[in-house]
Nanobody, 125 residues
Framework: QVRLVESGGGLVQTGGSLRLSCTGS????????MAWFRQAPGKEREFVAA????????LYTDSVKGRFTISRDSAENTVYLQMNSLKPEDTAVYYC??????????????????WGQGTQVTVSS
């Protein structure tokens, strides 16, 4: 069974940092594009960041540029999202995703084949 499991979420004050992890099992994701999405209460799921299969290129939504960094450890089949200078508007459930076909990554959720269950990030003001 293929699974993605996120961890690292929690409660943090404005300006603080968190590092989310997403570990895959059941198959290797070393040649997959990986991404993070988030969904705030009452809002649609939105793209946050993506990493190409080669880890050479990244995509970020404008609101997190300069604050968030996506990276991976292929040996551990794990992708990370380092989040710095957190703001209350970053509060959401964060999901990782893997794309088999769109190896250069995509901002579109429909491009991703596997999803984790999500981890809650809450930023207090």
């Amino acid at each position: 069974q293929v699974r993605l499991v996120e961890s690292g979420g929690g409660l943090v004050q404005t300006g603080g940092s968190l590092r989310l992890s997403c570990t895959g099992s059941g198959r290797t994701f070393s040649r997959s594009a990986m991404a993070w999405f988030r969904q705030a209460p009452g809002k649609e799921r939105e793209f946050v960041a993506a990493l190409t299969w080669s880890s050479i290129s990244t995509l970020y939504t404008d609101s997190v540029k300069g604050r968030f960094t996506i990276s991976r450890d292929s040996a551990e089949n794990t992708v990370y999202l380092q989040m710095n200078s957190l703001k209350p508007e970053d509060t959401a459930v964060y999901y990782c995703a893997a794309s088999i076909d769109y190896r250069e990554g995509s901002r579109l959720s429909r491009a991703y084949d596997y999803w984790g269950q999500g981890t809650q990030v809450t930023v207090s003001s």
